[in-house]
């Protein structure tokens, strides 16, 4: 018989005659109520069991996590809290789970607790909502960008370039490690490798995106992208996914613009379809909330701060700016908020950005015109021969979700920076032909989808809004 998702039962019109449900048990109460949970929908359904017509092996049968098939009607609930129930004719165990040895049991687990069962968390109440969330946050990328005709582009996981010039790359061989060739040189033969070259997995697919927006005038990408960087950290993964849109023919100006409607379209979207997982998420955030000291609550319920997102524009604050707002601020004693004042020329520390964001502003910014030492080798230098053209996004709670720039399309001005830097110009032939033939004003963006994530749904470890987190020293799953 075909089963019906709980979330169409539970939202049917009408009472129902001989419905099938199949899901899995979350909790079995008084030998007669299961609440059974299949994964479409945050909310259970109560399934009554006709416990004198059952045997007693099938009752004890019925625990957390089992696999069930019940089958019968679906009528109106005497109970409160829902409008339907299933009064149940006939259920069949499809697969037991020892309630002894089940790790989610029906109670509150700790988050690190939850992160060491990542392959069953995904039973619980809180992360089937993330990752429904998620899901549908992925699903809007994909609706803003086509609606607005960019063209999705798949740019390539295992590549020879450093398009961060960060240093921060997984490599990828084929060598035996035990036996690598050496040259004459004395040094590793890649030659010898798989490709004859040295290649790495992706730090982003800009470069390449690149070559796509000057032919399709609007691309991006979106896919999973690796660095190496050893930072243990809320907001760093070894293994994030990047969303990448390239724009010919935009300046800065356009590419805030662009990054600011992306977002709040995202954002709106997965509140319309999500709004019980969010509803959920709201309230678990709250309980949370209420185990700080009162200084340090929220001043907004999630969803306050997504709607902020919606109604306010965001601070557009050049770099220079940022830094005078910084040094002109008491470091407030009462409220152990302390800060190094800043020089002009030095990268901005995450203390930095969430005093900007969260006490100053008390929205988000959007920092452009950076230091051009602190920037990547590709942003258009301005005028003044010290800044560049680079924007970051920074969010309450979450620091910086987008990093993006006006790209240098002057070809001179480009091979110059990456001398300077050391950057191989051979290896990069094919990135500097965009600005050999038909160069032009362009720019684009990263956003960090999981950073994205984590403010949607209120959640303060990045570890819990990937479905198998890959972070220094883990990659148990
Ligand atoms: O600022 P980033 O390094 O910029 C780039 O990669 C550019 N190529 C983007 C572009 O202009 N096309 O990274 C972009 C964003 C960051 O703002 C952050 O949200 C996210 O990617 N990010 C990470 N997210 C999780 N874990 C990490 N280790 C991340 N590193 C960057
Ligand atoms: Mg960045």
Partial sequence: MRHTKVKDLLNSSTTLQEINAKGWVRTFRNNQFIALNDGSTINNIQCVVDFENTSDEILKRITTGAAVSVTGDLVESKGAGQKYEIQVKKLEIL?????????????KHSLEFLRENAHLRVRTNAFGAIMRVRSVLSYAVHSYFQQKGFVYVNTPIITGADAEGAGEMFQVTSLPLDNLPKNEEGDIDYKKDFFGKHTNLTVSGQLEGETFAMALGQIYTFGPTFRAENSNTSRHLAEFWMIEPEVAFNDLNDNMDL???????????TMEKCPEDLKFLEGRLLEEEKTKPQAERSEMTLLEKLNFVLENN??????????????????NKKKKFQYIINEWGADLQSEHERFLVEKHFKSPVILFDYPANIKAFYMRLNEDGKTVRAMDILFPGIGEIVGGSQREERFDVLVEKMKALGIDEEELWWYLDTRRFGSSVHSGFGLGFERLVLFVTGMTNIRDVIPFPRTPQNADF
């Fill in 95 to 107: 697969g037991d789970s020892d309630a002894e040895k089940f790790p989610m049991q029906p109670k």
């Fill in 259 to 269: 990054a600011e409607d992306f977002i709040r379209y995202v954002i709106k979207y």
């Fill in 314 to 331: 965001f601070k557009r604050v050049s770099y220079t700016e940022a830094i005078d707002i910084l040094r002109d601020s008491t470091p």
